[in-house]
């Protein structure tokens, strides 16, 4: 029986999705809880994995199990044995053709960045924050260029195993809300470190250091090199997974306060 389920994380609480030899990935916890319900070991396969920092208002995986349990033993029996910072909102049953991973047609990310001269307290590790004024007209001219089909090799990490620096950029947009910068991206896939890669460039654009043709130039040279530094990890959330309308499952979650 395969089962699926949709999560939120504080990636401030772990090294990242994916499981570690210390076992501090969000993937360790989960597949510890599931584990103890389904008793016996369970793998875990997430729709993305995030890197240490980034959380996740809506993360999708999969597992398979032998045993029959009521899908809430799947939600309220899992969080029983999570820690804190990390929650199941639902489970599914799906048939074995459902891939948490392969069957995603398009994922999505938002960037909180909180434009502020001061730093923030409450809200530490939790947003990203730049202290001078930032142009959302130019960031937004600045996004333009990424819509499409492109090679992102310029905002790729040199650790990155994709197969393919191409990628569809559907979505690029930045959003002022008070002090906030509410900055969304939805494509087919994601490069490793692409969107915090993509955030330091529209910074520096949004900051006047660069016009906004320039993202035009970095995108076309394919060279990380004629990029920005990478963004904090902060900021970032994995915000929308889509899969085929068959799975019937939800894209995004409504519980989220910088909601979607």
Known sequence: MRIVIGLEYRGAGFCGWQSQPQGCGVQDALETAVSAIAGARTPVVAAGRTDTGVHAAFQVAHFDVAVVRPLTAWVRGVNSHLPPGVAVLWAREVGVDFHARFAATERGYRYVLLNHPVRPGLRDGLVGWHHRPLDVAAMNAAAGHLLGRHDFSAFRAAECQARSPVKEVRLAC????????????????????????????????????????????????????????????????????????????????ERWPFAT
Not at 199 to 219: H, K, N, S, T, Y
């Open 174 to 253: 930045i959003e002022r809300r008070g002090d906030y910068l509410l900055c969304d991206f939805r494509a087919d896939g994601f490069l490793h470190h692409m969107v915090r890669n993509l955030m330091g460039c529209l910074v520096q654009i949004g900051a006047g250091a660069q016009p906004p043709d320039w993202l035009r130039e970095v995108r076309d040279s394919r060279d990380r090199t004629r990029a920005a530094p990478t963004f904090d990890a902060a900021g970032l959330y994995l915000t929308h997974i889509r899969y085929p309308a068959h799975f019937a499952l939800p894209e995004n979650s």
